[in-house]
């Protein structure tokens, strides 16, 4: 298809718009109310071009580029004078009631509507009356409002209302004036709020928490990274200044988060910067040098029996050293028996199955999806996201009938209306998704496991039979199976926060069932942690086998790597490990009641002041680069083991100079992670002679930063250990894509600059997007199915089934330690059934009290009518909250509640 743009043609692609056409050529069109995944609506009136009826019309008509489809042999022009007037005029109208404030403005310098400003020429401003004036919201402790920024394009609402499903944030009219906000004051309530900070091309919604220590965006040391929250593995960017993590911003991946991250994602760095964090090593209550931990540590372990303990929330790279400091057989898996079995098991279902793992890319275009088990909003919020759009495919396969593009939002939405694909949801409780669900399946773990047995069935006879169902229970797997049977692109998601193996293999079987017949189908399965599967790639024993090893005198010294063994272990087994451990030594960034026990404690780096590798869900590698050099003692896990190992003389080791090193021996050493060293270019990797620069050219103060310490400026650090520089000198056009520390083009200050960097305008990146897939589903025509044998659910009396309850604020360990995240955090509670409540005599806030393997609870009772009879539900992982493996059988302590009332 050929398109003419000021006489000159071009070979371009079917089924687009003109405006994301041009961009995609190269082409500078300004724009604020399209967006690559809003689509198109034509509001701001911004992208005008003169469009031709041939080559011989030479007046042509303005059209709005972004609501006109290509067309081949089409001809248009951006630089035609009225077209170039009428977008300068449509800039002067926005800027009317604009104020003047571009020097206290959060966005100065990184705005879009500044950009676009300068590109349409408009450059003074004839408007000399009183400006229009707004009242600022107070929207929670994520975002700060200035809605006197305005120019309505309405994408905030778009993304917030239409994108990410979001009730509480809209537009209210009055005659002329146009607002966009809340009802009234409050928490925004969506987990994707903070993401209104880079969709408005102003500065209306701005990063409260960069507000708090507020530095320029340009003036930010920024490097290319991955969340550290869930186990989807989302690229972000982490920006740093004056030695203090500033921020968090999305980066670009077109096959895992796209251009969207979750509010966990966005505002849990503060742990980063903790006033209490661990930054000085520890030997027996005296505080050491750094150059004294090796020789401390090689001292007290010369002839001890000792042991590793790692940690699904530290990098490849630093367990990996451990493992090999302290010998494959003495290296154990830092999480509880039950997530060690379940991490295990989804490595065989991934590896050993015929259906591929999907990317939540792929997860978007799926017409058909079923969840077992999982409360995607809390556990991997952007899946969630994910799947709201995938409910939109199946309404929108009659497009195509009547000539309506896919990125025509305005008309796809008025077409479609409420219309929705089928998603089925079977979960232990109510979640967010519910309300874009077909049906929902509230029940116990091994009820959803066993719906899924039966579903399993129905598509393949070969698969286990479920008999023992209800004929509610079997006309809903009679419904699923059938739209399962009959969607193009149907997706399982399920994971491990149920901690039911039942589950998970009920979730294989389908997904192996639907792959049979259909080589379309795909599943997903979600973990805990950042690295769950990274760690379980390695092998490993289990948790429960390093206790007894100390507890049976088989060892009497362990090393305890970025874990908090008091959230994977029961206490009273804790406490007595560590007891009667000689020696702990502990490898950690933060302070828990772990460190707390330690004889020797080091400081280990953050993400943030670390280079590492992690295995997301699907089981694809990414790296995550440091961003700036950590003061005092503080260094990377791995590092601090590579010192102690070739200080102990370990052979495996001894070669080990690097993190290339590292990294070469793992993809050596474990066949799952054979292909880890291609994931981002080498340490000697130059573009032009010259590095990648984690500042921008505009970066200022640098002279000025260290005056304090020194009125010379000091030598910039010297990155031994990947391709990027320190500084604002080095390569200025587009890296390798891995390796992107922040998105910037000529005239493309903010973050739309993202469309230089890609194929086509919402696609890969140009050198295609970062990761590389460890798992290929096995090509087989014989399929072993799962044959478990989940329990009927019987409630019992004095008793109730406990089951983890996961939020998105609060179950994170580390997340939870940002203030703005903690603000949020929800108190520790138990939620009980409203009959069960009414039986029990206890009413919403007053205690509970029980016991679950041992371990004591007292509670304030939360209750709702959609858990299910004869279960309860704990919060996972809050602060304050002991730990306990569920699902259980809580034992109530009817003795209490009787003298309770009393």
Same mark, same amino acid.
């Given at each position: 298809m050929t398109l003419y743009i000021d006489n000159k043609p071009y070979d371009v692609k079917a089924g687009k718009n003109l405006l994301e056409t041009c961009l995609t050529l190269g082409f500078d069109l300004p724009y604020f109310c399209w967006h690559p995944s809003l689509g198109s609506v034509g509001a701001c009136r911004q992208c005008a071009v003169k469009m031709y009826r041939d080559e011989d019309d030479k007046k042509g008509r303005l059209i709005m580029s972004c609501m006109e489809p290509v067309a081949n042999n089409q001809r248009i022009s951006i630089q035609d004078a009225e077209a170039r007037e009428f977008r300068e005029h449509v800039i002067e109208w926005l800027m009317t009631n604009h104020p003047h404030d571009c020097a206290v403005c959060d966005e100065g310098g990184s705005c879009h509507l500044q950009d676009m400003t300068v590109m349409t020429g408009h450059a003074y401003r004839r408007f000399n009356f009183k400006k229009r004036t707004h009242k600022n919201q107070y929207l929670g402790p994520f975002i700060n409002h200035e809605m006197n920024r305005c120019i309505q394009c309405y994408r905030c609402v778009r993304f917030y209302k239409d994108y990410a499903g979001g009730k509480d944030l809209d537009v209210f009219a009055s005659r002329s004036n146009v607002y966009f906000g809340r009802h009234e004051d409050g928490v925004l309530e969506s987990e994707f709020s903070g993401n209104l900070t880079e969709v408005c091309p102003t500065g209306v919604f701005t990063d409260k928490t960069l507000k708090q220590h507020y530095t320029r965006k340009w003036d930010l040391t920024t490097a290319p990274s991955v969340c550290q929250h869930c186990s989807l593995g989302c690229n972000i960017i982490a920006g740093e200044r004056y030695g203090e993590l500033r921020s968090i911003t999305s980066r670009y991946n077109g096959a895992v988060n796209g251009y969207f991250i979750c509010d966990r994602g966005r505002f849990g760095y503060e742990f980063v910067n903790a006033p209490g964090r661990i930054r000085k090593a520890v030997c027996d209550t005296e505080v050491v040098r750094k150059e004294e931990v090796t020789e401390r540590m090689k001292h007290l372990i010369g002839s001890s029996k000792v042991i590793g303990i790692g940690s699904p929330r530290a990098s490849v790279q630093s367990n990996f050293a451990l493992k090999m400091l302290v010998g494959k057989n003495n290296f154990y898996h830092g999480v509880s028996d039950n997530e060690h079995d379940l991490a295990n098991l989804v490595i065989k279902i991934l590896h050993e199955g015929p259906a591929p793992t999907l990317s939540m890319k792929e997860v978007e275009l799926a017409d058909a999806v079923f969840i077992l088990g999982e409360d995607l909003t809390n556990t991997a919020p952007m899946m969630a996201l994910a799947v709201r759009q995938s409910v939109r495919r199946q309404p929108m396969e009659q497009l195509a009938h009547i000539n309506i593009p896919a990125w025509h939002d305005g008309a796809v939405r008025e077409?479609?209306? *409420?219309?929705?694909?089928?998603?089925?949801?079977?979960?232990?409780?109510?979640?967010?998704?519910?309300?874009?669900?077909?049906?929902?399946?509230?029940?116990?773990?091994?009820?959803?496991?066993?719906?899924?047995?039966?579903?399993?069935?129905?598509?393949?006879?070969?698969?286990?039979?479920?008999?023992?169902?209800?004929?509610?229970?079997?006309?809903?797997?009679?419904?699923?199976?059938?739209?399962?049977?009959?969607?193009?692109?149907?997706?399982?998601?399920?994971?491990?926060?149920?901690?039911?193996?039942?589950?998970?293999?009920?979730?294989?079987?389908?997904?192996?069932?639907?792959?049979?017949?259909?080589?379309?189908?795909?599943?997903?399965?979600?973990?805990?942690?950042?690295?769950?599967?990274?760690?379980?790639?390695?092998?490993?024993?289990?948790?429960?086998?390093?206790?007894?090893?100390?507890?049976?005198?088989?060892?009497?010294?362990?090393?305890?790597?970025?874990?908090?063994?008091?959230?994977?272990?029961?206490?009273?087994?804790?406490?007595?490990?560590?007891?009667?451990?000689?020696?702990?030594?502990?490898?950690?960034?933060?302070?828990?009641?772990?460190?707390?026990?330690?004889?020797?404690?080091?400081?280990?780096?953050?993400?943030?002041?670390?280079?590492?590798?992690?295995?997301?869900?699907?089981?694809?590698?990414?790296?995550?680069?440091?961003?700036?050099?950590?003061?005092?003692?503080?260094?990377?896990?791995?590092?601090?083991?590579?010192?102690?190992?070739?200080?102990?003389?370990?052979?495996?080791?001894?070669?080990?100079?690097?993190?290339?090193?590292?990294?070469?021996?793992?993809?050596?050493?474990?066949?799952?992670?054979?292909?880890?060293?291609?994931?981002?270019?080498?340490?000697?990797?130059?573009?032009?002679?010259?590095?990648?620069?984690?500042?921008?050219?505009?970066?200022?103060?640098?002279?000025?930063?260290?005056?304090?310490?020194?009125?010379?400026?000091?030598?910039?650090?010297?990155?031994?250990?990947?391709?990027?520089?320190?500084?604002?000198?080095?390569?200025?056009?587009?890296?390798?894509?891995?390796?992107?520390?922040?998105?910037?083009?000529?005239?493309?200050?903010?973050?739309?600059?993202?469309?230089?960097?890609?194929?086509?305008?919402?696609?890969?990146?140009?050198?295609?997007?970062?990761?590389?897939?460890?798992?290929?589903?096995?090509?087989?025509?014989?399929?072993?199915?799962?044959?478990?044998?989940?329990?009927?659910?019987?409630?019992?009396?004095?008793?109730?089934?406990?089951?983890?309850?996961?939020?998105?604020?609060?179950?994170?360990?580390?997340?939870?330690?940002?203030?703005?995240?903690? *603000?949020?955090?929800?108190?520790?509670?138990?939620?009980?059934?409203?009959?069960?409540?009414?039986?029990?005599?206890?009413?919403?806030?007053?205690?509970?009290?029980? *016991?679950?393997?041992?371990?004591?609870?007292?509670?304030?009772?939360?209750?709702?009518?959609?858990?299910?009879?004869?279960?309860?539900?704990?919060?996972?992982?809050?602060?304050?909250?002991?730990?306990?493996?569920?699902?259980?059988?809580?034992?109530?302590?009817?003795?209490?509640?009787?003298?309770?009332?009393?």
């Open positions: 077409l479609v209306q *409420e219309q929705k694909g089928p998603l089925f949801i079977a979960s232990v409780h109510t979640t967010k998704l519910d309300d874009v669900a077909t049906e929902t399946f509230h029940s116990s773990p091994d009820e959803i496991a066993r719906l899924g047995f039966a579903v399993a069935h129905l598509l393949d006879d070969d698969s286990p039979e479920e008999a023992s169902l209800s004929p509610e229970e079997s006309k809903l797997a009679q419904k699923i199976a059938s739209i399962l049977s009959m969607a193009k692109r149907p997706v399982i998601i399920s994971g491990a926060s149920c901690e039911t193996d039942h589950v998970l293999e009920a979730a294989a079987n389908i997904a192996w069932a639907l792959h049979r017949k259909n080589q379309q189908a795909g599943i997903v399965l979600t973990l805990p942690e950042c690295n769950s599967l990274g760690l379980a790639m390695m092998g490993g024993h289990r948790l429960e086998a390093a206790f007894n090893a100390v507890l049976n005198g088989h060892a009497d010294t362990a090393i305890i790597m970025e874990n908090d063994l008091y959230r994977h272990g029961k206490k009273s087994i804790v406490d007595e490990f560590l007891k009667v451990c000689k020696n702990i030594i502990v490898l950690d960034h933060s302070p828990n009641p772990t460190t707390e026990k330690a004889n020797i404690l080091i400081p280990s780096g953050t993400f943030a002041e670390s280079d590492g590798t992690l295995v997301n869900n699907e089981g694809r590698i990414q790296r995550f680069f440091q961003v700036y050099e950590a003061t005092e003692n503080i260094q990377e896990s791995w590092r601090w083991l590579l010192g102690l190992g070739t200080a102990l003389g370990v052979d495996e080791m001894s070669h080990w100079k690097s993190f290339e090193d590292i990294t070469q021996a793992i993809a050596k050493e474990e066949p799952f992670l054979k292909n880890i060293d291609k994931v981002s270019p080498p340490a000697g990797f130059r573009i032009n002679g010259q590095r990648v620069p984690r500042e921008t050219h505009r970066f200022s103060g640098r002279t000025a930063m260290l005056a304090n310490i020194n009125v010379s400026e000091p030598k910039p650090p010297v990155d031994s250990d990947s391709p990027l520089s320190y500084t604002m000198e080095g390569f200025r056009g587009l890296p390798p894509s891995s390796m992107i520390p922040f998105f910037w083009a000529p005239g493309w200050n903010s973050v739309q600059s993202i469309n230089k960097y890609q194929q086509e305008v919402g696609g890969p990146l140009r050198d295609g997007d970062p990761g590389i897939r460890c798992f290929e589903p096995v090509q087989t025509s014989k399929i072993q199915y799962f044959k478990s044998d989940p329990a009927i659910f019987e409630s019992q009396e004095d008793h109730l089934l406990i089951v983890p309850l996961h939020h998105i604020f609060g179950s994170e360990e580390l997340s939870a330690r940002s203030p703005a995240v903690g *603000e949020r955090c929800p108190a520790p509670y138990v939620m009980v059934n409203t009959a069960d409540s009414a039986d029990l005599k206890i009413h919403e806030n007053e205690e509970l009290s029980f *016991e679950v393997g041992g371990q004591p609870y007292q509670l304030p009772v939360k209750v709702s009518s959609e858990m299910p009879r004869g279960m309860a539900g704990l919060p996972y992982g809050l602060p304050g909250l002991p730990f306990v493996e569920l699902p259980a059988w809580g034992i109530l302590n009817k003795e209490m509640k009787w003298m309770k009332q009393q």
